[in-house]
């Protein structure tokens, strides 16, 4: 019996009209969460010790980083000063 891997599944989903919809919807929220995620982890941050650099509390940083909420511009500058790094914003065709 073959195993049932997430791309196996992830394949199925996609099959769903209303599926790929929402994924769609969920891209930008998905794609700050993992770059945050990433740029946290190179620093060797917690969750915590970024959210005290922040001045706001380790729920917050988790909140943005499962992709439940869209942070602000300001938000996004606070982090990129927080991590030492720059953001970087642009639009694709």
Do not use: C
Not at 3 to 20: A, C, N
């Amino acid at each position: 019996m073959k195993e049932f891997t997430w791309e196996m599944h992830k394949k199925e989903l996609l099959k769903d009209p209303k599926f790929k919809e929402a994924l769609k919807e969920t891209e930008l929220e998905y794609q700050i969460a993992r770059a945050l995620i990433k740029a946290r982890l190179e620093k060797g941050l917690t969750q915590a010790t970024l959210a005290k650099k922040l001045h706001t509390t380790q729920s917050v940083v988790s909140r943005v980083e499962s992709g439940s909420v869209l942070p602000s511009l300001s938000f996004l500058k606070r982090l990129a000063t927080a991590l030492n790094t720059s953001l970087h914003v642009q639009f694709k065709a």
